[in-house]
T-cell receptor, first 114, second 113 residues
Framework: AQSVTQLGSHVSVSEGALVLLRCNYS??????LFWYVQYPNQGLQLLLK??????LVKGINGFEAEFKKSETSFHLTKPSAHMSDAAEYFC????????????FGAGTRLAVHP | DSGVTQTPKHLITATGQRVTLRCSPR?????VYWYQQSLDQGLQFLIQ???????AKGNILERFSAQQFPDLHSELNLSSLELGDSALYFC????????????FGPGTRLTVL
């Protein structure tokens, strides 16, 4: 069965520092992988997705993620944090070749300090 | 703005009651998904419809049901409500069944008192 583990329910960084949010997945077949962001009192917005093309995926707002099959990881990074990046981030997986339901990780709340 | 609309935005009701949540997908999207977000369970997939037909079921209680109408909007019906049903309910839509991006609506916050 598929599953997603996000290491660290809370991450705090200084403005301008590197952002690294960790995601590991478990899937018996090639997965599609997604990162979504949720701002307070809003829905989920897609940051980026991996669909078996390039392993380094660039998304919106300067975020990127690298798919590493050997490590079953899909960590999200941003070189320099902005105050506006403070939000909750969700990693999700769905099966290729199957139905499209998303399996979400527990989420990581990112705080950015001046 | 994702193009997915959900009504109402907030809903406050009492235990034992029944409510209906409504979702309109993005123009042209045939698939609609319902998810529940709660502090206890996180984000969980409930059910998927594709062009009016049920396609996949997740952790959806028997007290809950959904349908997708010919105009592709969807409704999630929650009955015999319990305190534990208080959560944020999201609808998402996509243009196909497999691997496509799901676009989420703003959610309906349900509070059961």
């Amino acid at each position: 069965a598929q599953s997603v583990t996000q290491l660290g329910s809370h991450v705090s960084v200084s403005e301008g520092a590197l952002v690294l949010l960790r995601c590991n997945y478990s899937s018996s077949v090639p997965p599609y992988l997604f990162w979504y962001v949720q701002y307070p009192n809003q829905g989920l917005q897609l940051l980026l997705k991996y669909t078996s093309a390039a392993t380094l995926v660039k998304g919106i707002n300067g975020f990127e993620a690298e798919f590493k099959k050997s490590e079953t990881s899909f960590h999200l990074t941003k070189p320099s944090a902005h105050m506006s990046d403070a939000a909750e981030y969700f990693c999700a997986v769905t099966l290729s070749g199957g139905y499209n339901k998303l399996i979400f990780g527990a989420g990581t709340r990112l705080a950015v300090h001046p | 703005d994702s193009g997915v609309t959900q009504t109402p935005k907030h809903l406050i009701t009492a235990t034992g009651q029944r409510v209906t949540l409504r979702c309109s997908p993005r123009s042209g999207d045939l698939s609609v998904y319902w998810y529940q977000q709660s502090l206890d369970q996180g984000l969980q997939f409930l059910i998927q419809y594709y062009n009016g037909e049920e396609r996949a079921k997740g952790n959806i209680l028997e007290r809950f049901s959904a349908q997708q109408f010919p105009d592709l909007h969807s409704e999630l019906n929650l009955s015999s409500l319990e305190l534990g049903d208080s959560a944020l309910y999201f609808c998402a839509s996509s243009s196909s069944q497999q691997g496509d991006t799901q676009y989420f609506g703003p959610g309906t916050r349900l509070t059961v008192l």
